[in-house]
């Protein structure tokens, strides 16, 4: 089980362990503090994703975390982005899990206008994020994006708009490897396909 927290920290417990505790996988990456501790949106909120490679023998996957604040300047750039991790089981010499380990794969930042993270998805190259943004008609909006490609520290990567339809917001989505995403709008689910070479900066979207 793995578990995030404000500060950027990601912890895990091994479940089939009779005293599971908890480890830590990712240390804490940045002050939580904010300038006003009393505003409910000063609040650094964290999303995470994960997708297994199934195709390895042992467990691997790699892990999507987006940190988010809304209406107040984050307190390092970090706290408001999006990050992707590759996690594999360590081994000892017996080939008997010890623990996990976790290799920075990728990040970049959101825009300033993001209020917020509602889900996400990845799979392969590409995370899938259904955000809040205050300088889009829409508001509510879903993107893929090729996190190899959008790794740096500029905002101005190009990404896909996939969503949403009139009157509809998604509360899940999941990524397939034949590029579609799956997208659950209250009671129903949504199939989107996508070509992943048609990117487009959101400069030119919005």
């Not at 006003?36 to 995470?48: H, Q, S």
């Not at 917020?116 to 809040?132: K, M, N, R």
């Not at 101005?156 to 995403?181: D, E, M, S, W």
């Not at 209250?186 to 070509?195: A, C, G, N, Q, Y």
Request: glycine residues 4%; charged residues 20%; negative net charge.
């Amino acid at each position: 089980m793995l578990m995030a927290s404000s500060t950027g920290c990601i912890t895990y417990f091994d479940l089939d362990a009779s005293t599971p505790t908890e480890n830590i996988l990712i240390p804490e990456q940045f002050d939580p503090l904010l300038p006003d501790r009393f505003d409910p949106l000063a609040e650094i909120k964290v999303v995470m994703a994960i997708d297994r490679d199934n195709d390895f023998p042992f467990l691997a996957f790699n892990l999507a975390l987006s940190f988010s604040l809304a209406n107040t300047p984050p307190p390092d750039p970090k706290a408001h982005g999006v990050q992707i991790w590759s996690v594999t089981l360590s081994l000892d010499d017996q080939q008997r899990g010890i623990g996990l380990t976790a290799e920075h794969l990728a990040s970049f930042p959101l825009e300033s206008s993001v209020n917020g993270i509602f889900c996400q998805s990845i799979c392969g190259p590409h995370v899938a994020l259904t955000l809040l943004s205050d300088e889009h008609e829409d508001f509510q909006l879903t993107f893929v994006i090729d996190w190899k490609r959008a790794d740096g520290d500029q905002t101005n990567y190009p990404r896909r708009l996939v969503h949403p339809p009139i009157g509809k917001a998604p509360v899940c989505l999941a990524l397939l490897i034949i590029l579609t995403i799956i997208l659950t709008v209250s009671d129903r689910k949504l199939s989107i396909s996508f070509l992943a070479t048609n990117y487009s900066p959101l400069r030119i979207m919005v």
